[in-house]
Structures are given as structure tokens and as C-alpha cells.
């Protein structure tokens, strides 16, 4: 199932994969285009629907938030079909020449990443209509950027707030970075957020609120832990007691230790 639809001015596309742990649930990915400037280009594993969506809306240029296989994994088709320049994170490009070497789990549920080129971004993107002030936002990942449409009051977030209230993590995220990161967004006189997981957001201020208040008061919890005493791990087993299914089904790329260690 791959949708396409009109959000004013934006083109917008959604296609899903399902969890192979879980046959049940499903991750979606959302496509967004803007005056021909496409942000994200969604995984390899739905490049035939992606494929369908690129030939038929004109695309000029790209910008990728970051480098994971599931937002760049078409950017090699891209480049080589439609000739577009790639814009990314200065410290990513040297990777981006690279295929990286994915564990199981990833490459089922998103595919390959091929190697690209890619150009490093500039501070501010434009298109006919709008200008993108291009933010740096660490956290989910080491290099990590979004776009913010003043004049609109919107932002791409990338994955900043795919997951509202995270109980494991992913073993580049940085829950320290990503507080940081929330603040300075925060800031920014947006509404409405535009998430590559999650959707359309009008609520999106609201929601990176929640999301600040939750770390905020993990960090405390966590912070005071370990003035008692406690080791991390120690206070990994308090906070979130149990075995995680999906540190066992990454092979151990996700886990709720990360959040603790990082905090
Ligand atoms: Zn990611």
C-alpha cells in the first residue's frame, strides 16, 4: 500500500514495511516533497512504489536529514536516474561513498544502502516558494539535520520524534544531544511538524514538549541514581526492568542501556 496526496503545497507519500518479528506491526515512511525539493528518499525495500512516486513528480534536488539506510537508501537511484544533486551533513558525505555493512534484521526491514555522492548542505535550502533554514540537530544521530520554514512555521525532523517516549534506543542516539538539540528547536517559532515515521504533526510543538519533559525527567532519575552509587547497568535493570525482546531481534542495536548511558 504506497499513498499520495496533496497537504497544501506539499506532495506527500507514505509507504509501510512490516516488522519481520512482528508480522502484525508496521513502520511507515513518509515522503515529502516541496517545489521539486524531496526530503528523504525513504529505504531501498520500497523502491518499486518509491520509483512509481519519483517518475511521476518532478524532482530537482534532495536533501537528506541523515544517512540511515532507511532515509537514504534511494538517494543512489536518485543520482543515477535523475541526476539530482544530494544534499547532506558535511561529515556524512565521506560515508555516503561508502556501502555500509547492515546487520539482518536492518536489511530485511529497509534494504541496502549503495553508495552515493553527496553534496555537503548549505545553511539555508531554497525552492520557488520557500526558504529552509537548514538546523543542525544531533541526537538521534552524531550528524543529524532539519529544515525549518519560518514564514510557515514548519519543520522536517527527521528522526527526532519518531518515538514520543523511548524505552530502548539506538546504539548511535544520544539522549544528552537530543535534550540539547529539543531546547534549541524549541526556540524556533514552528507548529507543525513534518516526521518521515510518524506523519504530519500540527500538534508538533506540543509533542517535542513531551517528549523534553520525559527525558528531562529520566535524566534526573538517572542523575540521581548514580549519585547513589548505582552502576548504569545497574540502573538500566531499575528503570526498565526485564528483557527486551528488541535488543535480542538487533542484535543488541537497540536497548534501553543507551538511553541510561547517554543521559
Ligand atoms: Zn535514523
Not at 508480522?23 to 515512511?29: F, L, Q, T
Amino acid at each position: 500500500m504506497f499513498e499520495i496526496w496533496k497537504y497544501g503545497d506539499i506532495i506527500c507519500a507514505r509507504g509501510s514495511r512490516t516488522m519481520p518479528w512482528n508480522r502484525s506491526s508496521k513502520m511507515h515512511v513518509y515522503y515529502y516533497l516541496i517545489d521539486n525539493l524531496l526530503i528523504d528518499t525513504g529505504p531501498f525495500s520500497l523502491k518499486e512504489q518509491a520509483v512509481k512516486f519519483f517518475d511521476t513528480n518532478p524532482i530537482e534536488q534532495v536533501f537528506l536529514t541523515h544517512i540511515h539506510e532507511d532515509h537514504a537508501g534511494m538517494a543512489y537511484w536518485l543520482q543515477e536516474n535523475k541526476k539530482v544533486p544530494i544534499y547532506l551533513h558535511p561529515c556524512s558525505i565521506e560515508h555516503a561513498s561508502l556501502e555500509p555493512e547492515l546487520k539482518q534484521y536492518r536489511l530485511e526491514i529497509w534494504g541496502k544502502r549503495q553508495k552515493f555522492e553527496a553534496e555537503p548542505v548549505p545553511d539555508t535550502m531554497n525552492t520557488s516558494r520557500y526558504t529552509f533554514q537548514v538546523i543542525d540537530s544531533p541526537g538521534h544521530c552524531r550528524h543529524h539535520k532539519i529544515l525549518y520554514e519560518e514564514r510557515k512555521g514548519w519543520l522536517f525532523s527527521g528522526d527526532l520524534i519518531t518515538t514520543l517516549k523511548p524505552k530502548s534506543v539506538f546504539c548511535e542516539e544520544n539522549m544528552t544531544e537530543l535534550i540539547r538539540s529539543i531546547k534549541k528547536i524549541l526556540t524556533l517559532n514552528f507548529h507543525t511538524v513534518f516526521c518521515p515515521h510518524t506523519g504530519i504533526l500540527e500538534n508538533g510543538r506540543e509533542l517535542f514538549g513531551q517528549k523534553l519533559n520525559y527525558l528531562l525527567q529520566l535524566q534526573k532519575q538517572v542523575r540521581n541514581l548514580r549519585y547513589e552509587g548505582f552502576s548504569d547497568r545497574e540502573i538500566d535493570q531499575q528503570l526498565f526492568p526485564g528483557p527486551d525482546p528488541v535488543t535480542q531481534l538487533t542484535e543488541g542495536e537497540f536497548s534501553s542501556y543507551f538511553i541510561v548511558n547517554t543521559l
